[in-house]
């Protein structure tokens, strides 16, 4: 995949290094959360249930209209950080962008709200705008054109395995990862993995824009699927299925629960699929061929109830 790194790094690269937090705990991050930029919260003031006055940080969001070369695709909205990733994952998770194009240009206009990716190959999807299906993802995801277009050609890796020892670390790394959802909540994150460490973590109010983060930051700075864990504070969607699979990770890891889409969708393709992974506890109902299981959970460390975040059965996210 080639690209115009000039042109696509003040919008790629706003927040890499860790300002916050245990510096071995954020040692394997390439990109994580930045709660501090005042950017993405702001502090409002109200009344709690005994009528106090109580200040709180609440999550900004904003549209980001996204064009491709000279074609209006979609408004977007999104908290607004890394806004070439998004864009780029998900022209790319729609099956827009192929990943053998060359980007010759991506520019972000932060004033008129608007990014524009620029390709050597001509583009018109006309045609493919115009069938549209709305997904269960929160601040109402939407697929363009046929939403199966190319699941059923992906080949998942068979041989990668992960150990419910990466599993509990990787949901102790991450939940005590400086993130706007310790400062603010109302917000979804999604993390690209490797064995235990967490790599990219990325978050926004809707999880099928965290995911389209990640996969734009694979294809822009080369990082393949291999040996790849992908982990989502949300629920276990068709789409999130869907995507993880046309990203060619072989495992999908989340806090929350499942959908029986999602479920078939990942038996069909051969995905592992682990859900309500919360301290000692998972449950796997697909790809359980996969897990190696190397650590008593009697061992495993419970977690902090200063970083929990809710489960499945604690309410949606």
């Known amino acids: 995949m080639e690209h115009d790194t000039a042109q696509t790094a003040p919008g790629a690269r706003r927040r890499m290094a860790p300002k916050m937090g245990d510096p071995d705990l954020l040692a394997d991050f390439r990109v994580r959360p930045d709660p501090a930029d005042p950017r993405l919260t702001e502090r409002v003031e109200g009344r709690d249930e005994s009528g106090r006055t109580v ?116 949901s102790r790394k991450i939940n005590m990862t400086p993130s706007l959802y310790l400062e603010a909540g109302a917000i979804h994150g999604c993390v690209l993995c490797e064995a235990d460490r967490p790599l990219v973590y990325v978050e926004d109010v809707g999880r099928h824009n965290a995911v389209d983060k990640i996969a734009g930051y694979m294809l822009m700075e080369g990082l393949g699927p291999e040996n790849k864990i992908f982990y989502t504070t949300g629920r276990l969607t068709s789409e999130m299925v869907i995507k993880t699979v046309q990203m060619r990770i072989p495992i999908l890891i989340s806090r929350s629960g499942f959908t029986a889409w999602g479920v078939d969708l990942a038996r069909r393709a051969g995905l592992t699929l682990i859900g309500r992974a919360k301290g000692r506890r998972f449950i796997a109902l697909a790809g359980a061929e996969r897990i190696v299981y190397d650590t008593d959970p009697a061992r495993a460390a419970p977690e902090d109830p200063r970083h929990r975040r809710k489960s499945s059965h604690d309410g949606d996210e």
């Open 55 to 170: 200040e709180t940080g609440v999550v900004v969001e904003r549209p980001l209209t996204l064009f491709l070369n000279g074609q209006e695709i979609v408004t977007m909205m999104t908290i607004g950080d890394y806004p070439a990733y998004l864009a780029v994952g998900y022209l790319l998770n729609q099956n827009m962008l192929r990943p053998d194009d060359t980007i010759t240009g991506i520019d972000v206009d932060d004033e008129l709200d608007v990014v524009v990716v620029r390709t050597a190959r001509a583009t018109d999807y006309e045609d493919k705008l115009k069938k549209k299906t709305h997904t269960s993802g929160c601040a109402q995801g939407t697929v363009f054109g046929d939403l199966m277009e190319k699941f059923d050609t992906v080949e998942l890796p068979k041989n990668d395995v992960v150990r419910t020892s990466w599993i509990y670390s990787l």
